[in-house]
T-cell receptor, first 110, second 113 residues
Framework: GENVEQHPSTLSVQEGDSAVIKCTYS??????FPWYKQELGKRPQLIID?????GEKKDQRIAVTLNKTAKHFSLHITETQPEDSAVYFC?????????FGAGTRLTVKP | GAGVSQSPRYKVAKRGQDVALRCDPISGHVSLFWYQQALGQGPEFLTYFQNEAQLDKSGLPSDRFFAERPEGSVSTLKIQRTQQEDSAVYLC???????????FGSGTRLTVV
């Protein structure tokens, strides 16, 4: 099955700086890579996703890049704000099998 | 319904007690997943249903864990003879065939004392 690794486990940035979270996956057949944001005590919420036929996708301050050859994908948050503070999870999906990374706790300091 | 509903929101069980956790997916969603999320960890796959068929239960940690979805809508995750290591948040997610995005429920936080 799929194995997803995520780095770093914690990330602290100053408000206004950029944050980058990286994930690698093992199953070359995986074709969909979502990112979830989870605030304390709340459910994971989908914030952006990318499919395997696309190399990059952007939505306002959030972007995701995918390198299929290297089997890694990254989340980029620009102009970070304190409300971006949360745990972020990447995931890889293939054939009804969604596996998550261990998460990155992002702290944005005002 | 408008979202995935889970109940109870919190459950405290004495060690050895049986518990049942309920998930009510988005109406019409064919696929339903259960995940276990330990404190500070990512969601770990437990089991997957397509309609009433349990297609994958490889993530269930032991035979004390049992899940069902008899009519292809509401699902129940049952844990027998609970142990302290079962303490976690149990998340349910559903999606419709052809759509990739999951919608998660709010989870049930199980604490075994």
């Amino acid at each position: 099955g799929e194995n997803v690794e995520q780095h770093p486990s914690t990330l602290s940035v100053q408000e206004g700086d950029s944050a980058v979270i990286k994930c690698t996956y093992s199953d070359s057949a995986s074709n969909y890579f979502p990112w979830y944001k989870q605030e304390l005590g709340k459910r994971p919420q989908l914030i952006i996703d990318i499919r395997s036929n696309v190399g990059e996708k952007k939505d306002q301050r959030i972007a995701v890049t995918l390198n299929k050859t290297a089997k890694h994908f990254s989340l980029h948050i620009t102009e970070t704000q304190p409300e971006d503070s949360a745990v972020y999870f990447c995931a890889g999906y293939n054939n009804n099998d969604m596996r998550f990374g261990a998460g990155t706790r992002l702290t944005v300091k005002p | 319904g408008a979202g995935v509903s889970q109940s109870p929101r919190y459950k405290v069980a004495k060690r050895g007690q049986d518990v049942a956790l309920r998930c009510d997916p988005i109406s019409g969603h064919v696929s339903l997943f259960w995940y276990q999320q330990a404190l500070g960890q990512g969601p770990e796959f437990l089991t997957y249903f397509q309609n009433e068929a349990q297609l994958d239960k490889s993530g269930l940690p032991s035979d004390r864990f049992f899940a069902e979805r008899p009519e292809g809508s509401v699902s129940t995750l049952k844990i027998q003879r609970t142990q302290q290591e079962d303490s976690a948040v149990y998340l349910c997610a559903s999606f419709q065939t052809g759509e990739y995005g999951y919608t998660f429920g709010s989870g049930t936080r199980l604490t075994v004392v």
